[in-house]
């Protein structure tokens, strides 16, 4: 089994930038993909960004790329999610999730491939 812990998240005001943390233990040897989903009321889960641990290859939806990062310390079995010029569509509930198996035909970012998840962490951004 792995677990994994978000750091909390917060509330800005719209263009501001906010840091998100997960950290896997337990079997990590399982936690070869991590990423970040989020889900806002009355809404689908939707991937954000993921990351291959092994490889270091990233992917990112349409909505956040070129504002959000995602970056690993493999050391510390971490991943984080930059997130820059916040916009009150990022309002949502966020997730880290991981699995162990390479995801192929575009299904990096499909939330049902993933096996692993953590509690949630809330950001909320205001105008």
């Known amino acids: 089994q792995v677990q994994l812990v978000e750091s909390v998240g917060g509330s800005v005001q719209a263009g501001g930038s906010l840091t998100l943390s997960c950290v896997a233990s337990?079997?990590?040897?399982?936690?070869?993909?991590m990423g970040w989903f989020r889900q806002a009321p009355g809404k689908e889960r939707e991937g954000v960004a993921v990351?291959?641990?092994?490889?270091?290859?990233?992917y990112y939806s349409d909505s956040v790329k070129g504002r959000f990062t995602i970056s690993q310390d493999n050391a510390k079995n971490t991943v984080y999610l930059q997130m820059n010029s916040l916009q009150p569509e990022d309002t949502a509930m966020y997730y880290c999730?991981?699995?162990?198996?390479?995801?192929?035909?575009?299904?990096?970012?499909?939330?049902?491939?993933?096996?692993?998840w953590g509690q949630g962490t809330q950001v909320t951004v205001s105008s």
């Open positions: 337990g079997h990590t040897y399982y936690s070869n993909i």
């Open positions: 999730a991981a699995d162990w198996e390479i995801k192929y035909g575009g299904r990096w970012l499909t939330h049902s491939e993933y096996k692993y």
């Open positions: 990351i291959y641990r092994g490889g270091g290859s990233t």
